[in-house]
């Protein structure tokens, strides 16, 4: 899921990364969720008993939306990769459901999906229940590894910071007469980084990671610039679909259990992430 924007930044974090039509790494997925929960609000609560009888645990996930999740090629995505050790846990297998627009949401049967941006004062729409939080995400701002930024304000007046846009980042830093360029997908905006045609990123630190990952030749550099604001910082959980309490404990568990042996650390670290303790 590359991160997306719309007015906010989305119940998703992979939401500006490019995925087909429109769904990920911002706003659309977070759309597109509200559809699939409104759609199926009427439908009973998913128990853990009926997905130990069926054997399976059901992701809903982009097919083609790295380092998130991908239907085809040897890599699959930290998304699936966690789902299986979520699955593994549970002791039943993963299915997977793919998903880019608003009709394949509806028709989805999902029971998780994950990156959810879990905040204490908002809950996400519909049935969806988050687990425990697992990682701790946000938007960091990027520059190339030769630049002699080493903040914000270290930035020239006419040195722009490419932004997607309609995010709260990019209005945030307007109201503050930082010079932007608007993109829709983050990882244009990192490209954009690392051709020299912008001065920095404002991206979250998944987008770089996976980023410096393929690109070990021409790494960018990560400056938290918005540590202090507590709207461009969130904690990320995974999302259940109209889960029973003992659902909901078993996933919080198997979440604790995979924190605390270091597999979602692992993962992640696959993908050129680091892990980052939720607060």
Same mark, same amino acid.
Request: aromatic letters at 6%; proline letters at 6%; charged letters at 20%.
């Given at each position: 899921? +590359?991160?997306?924007?719309?007015? !906010?930044?989305?119940? !998703?974090?992979?939401?500006? +990364?490019?995925? /087909?039509?429109?769904?990920?790494?911002?706003?659309?997925?977070?759309?597109?969720?509200?559809?699939?929960? $409104?759609?199926?609000?009427?439908?009973? @609560?998913? %128990?853990?008993?009926?997905?130990?009888?069926?054997?399976?645990?059901?992701?809903?996930?982009?097919?083609?939306? $790295? /380092?998130?999740? %991908?239907?085809?090629?040897?890599?699959? *995505? !930290?998304?699936?990769?966690?789902?299986?050790?979520?699955?593994?846990?549970? *002791?039943?297998?993963?299915?997977?459901?793919?998903?880019?627009?608003?009709?394949?949401?509806?028709?989805?049967?999902?029971? &998780?999906?994950?990156?959810?941006?879990?905040?204490?004062?908002?809950?996400?729409?519909?049935?969806?229940?988050?687990?425990?939080?697992?990682?701790?995400?946000?938007?960091?701002?990027?520059?190339? %590894? #030769?630049? /002699?930024?080493?903040?914000?304000?270290? $930035?020239?007046?006419?040195?722009?910071?490419?932004? @997607?846009?309609?995010? &709260?980042?990019?209005?945030?830093? @307007?109201?503050?007469? +930082?010079?932007?360029?608007?993109?829709?997908?983050?990882? #244009?905006?990192?490209?954009?980084?690392? =051709?020299?045609?912008?001065?920095?990123?404002?991206? +979250?630190?998944?987008?770089?990671?996976?980023? =410096?990952?393929?690109?070990?030749?021409?790494? $960018?550099?990560?400056?938290?610039?918005?540590? =202090?604001?507590?709207?461009?910082?969130? =904690?990320?959980?995974? *999302?259940?679909?109209?889960?029973?309490?003992?659902?909901?404990?078993?996933?919080?568990?198997?979440?604790?259990?995979? &924190?605390?042996?270091?597999?979602?650390?692992?993962?992640?670290?696959?993908?050129?992430?680091?892990?980052?303790?939720?607060?």
């Amino acid at each position: 899921m +590359t991160p997306r924007s719309a007015r !906010f930044w989305p119940t !998703f974090e992979g939401w500006m +990364t490019r995925a /087909p039509c429109a769904a990920y790494r911002l706003a659309r997925y977070a759309a597109s969720l509200s559809l699939l929960v $409104l759609c199926n609000a009427s439908a009973d @609560a998913r %128990s853990l008993e009926a997905i130990t009888e069926r054997g399976a645990l059901t992701l809903c996930a982009s097919p083609n939306a $790295l /380092p998130f999740a %991908s239907k085809l090629g040897p890599v699959p *995505g !930290f998304q699936i990769e966690l789902g299986e050790k979520i699955a593994e846990q549970l *002791g039943v297998k993963l299915t997977r459901e793919w998903v880019v627009s608003a009709i394949q949401y509806r028709r989805a049967d999902c029971d &998780l999906v994950l990156d959810v941006i879990a905040r204490k004062d908002t809950e996400p729409p519909g049935g969806v229940r988050v687990s425990r939080p697992y990682h701790r995400s946000g938007v960091v701002l990027a520059v190339r %590894s #030769d630049s /002699p930024a080493s903040s914000l304000a270290s $930035l020239g007046s006419d040195q722009r910071v490419g932004v @997607a846009v309609g995010s &709260l980042v990019s209005m945030t830093l @307007a109201k503050g007469g +930082t010079a932007t360029s608007p993109f829709v997908f983050e990882d #244009d905006i990192v490209a954009a980084l690392a =051709n020299r045609e912008i001065e920095a990123a404002a991206v +979250t630190p998944m987008t770089v990671g996976w980023f =410096n990952l393929q690109h070990a030749d021409k790494p $960018l550099r990560l400056i938290p610039a918005f540590d =202090n604001d507590q709207d461009l910082n969130w =904690n990320i959980a995974a *999302g259940l679909l109209r889960p029973d309490d003992k659902l909901r404990q078993r996933v919080d568990a198997a979440i604790e259990a995979l &924190l605390a042996d270091g597999t979602i650390a692992r993962i992640y670290a696959r993908y050129g992430i680091e892990l980052r303790p939720p607060q």
